[in-house]
């Protein structure tokens, strides 16, 4: 089994890459920095600075992949963050970085990989999209949400468009995570990406995961809190 993950550097992408190698999984990461410190000892991950905001990074990468053979089986598009573009005053430059990183970030790989998966009749693209598309959370941050919620949508119109060829795209829709678990309705990476390695080597994967679910279930519901009383009293 190959795997590649973005944004494989810390965080989620860190744990992501641990839980995968611990299922005997061979990864592929990729990050704008260096490589996760904690990374079993072997053979089985193969790590590569690339920049997912720049395409031409992307095909490059993809070309040494490619040229060792490394056609993943699953596809997770990690990389991601809510850069600030509504601080002080809007910028439109900070607004078009979330949408460079999480939604073009992840797609280009869609398109340098789909047709190997198309021809193989299998294979897992697999999202980490945001609760936040559900309920606005980010304060100073328009585009994370904004580029998120382009992202889910994407992957839906592309898990229909290609449903009878065998490839799978799954989204995932986290919420608050941390290294520790620090609220009642957040998680830690570890289990964040237990739940995202268990669903996509399942061999009929979910097409939608949102967790934790108790965030899940209350932001679902703030969607119904008038603005005022939202911003008022949550948006801070």
Not at 11 to 30: D, K, M, S, T
Not at 40 to 53: E, H, L, M, N
Not at 141 to 163: D, M
Not at 173 to 193: D, E, F, L, Q, W
């Amino acid at each position: 089994m190959k795997v590649l993950v973005t944004g494989a550097s810390r965080g989620l992408g860190a744990a992501l890459v641990e839980r995968y190698l611990f299922n005997g999984a061979q990864v592929w990461g990729v990050g704008r920095s260096s490589a996760p410190a904690r990374v079993p000892d072997g053979k089985r991950f193969i790590y590569t600075q690339c920049d997912v905001r720049d395409a031409d990074s992307i095909r490059m990468t993809v070309r040494d992949m490619t040229e060792t053979g490394f056609i993943p089986d699953i596809a997770v598009f990690n990389a991601g963050a809510p850069t600030k573009d509504a601080a002080d005053s809007f910028r439109f430059q900070s607004f078009r970085e979330n949408f460079e990183t999480n939604l073009f970030g992840a797609v280009i790989w869609v398109e340098e990989f789909l047709p190997h998966f198309m021809k193989r009749g299998s294979g897992v693209f697999a999202a980490v999209s945001s609760q936040s598309v559900f309920r606005e959370n980010h304060k100073d941050v328009v585009g994370y949400s904004a580029s998120k919620l382009a992202l889910t949508k994407a992957f839906e119109n592309l898990r229909l468009q290609y449903l009878p060829t065998g490839v799978r795209f799954v989204t995932f829709h986290p919420g608050r995570m941390s290294k520790v678990r620090n609220s009642v309705i957040g998680t830690t990476y570890s289990n964040a990406a237990r739940i995202i390695c268990v669903n996509t080597l399942a061999a009929s994967p979910r097409p939608v995961v949102n967790f934790p679910a108790l965030q899940y279930y209350m932001t679902r519901v703030l969607r119904f809190v008038p603005d005022a009383v939202f911003h008022r009293f949550i948006f801070r």
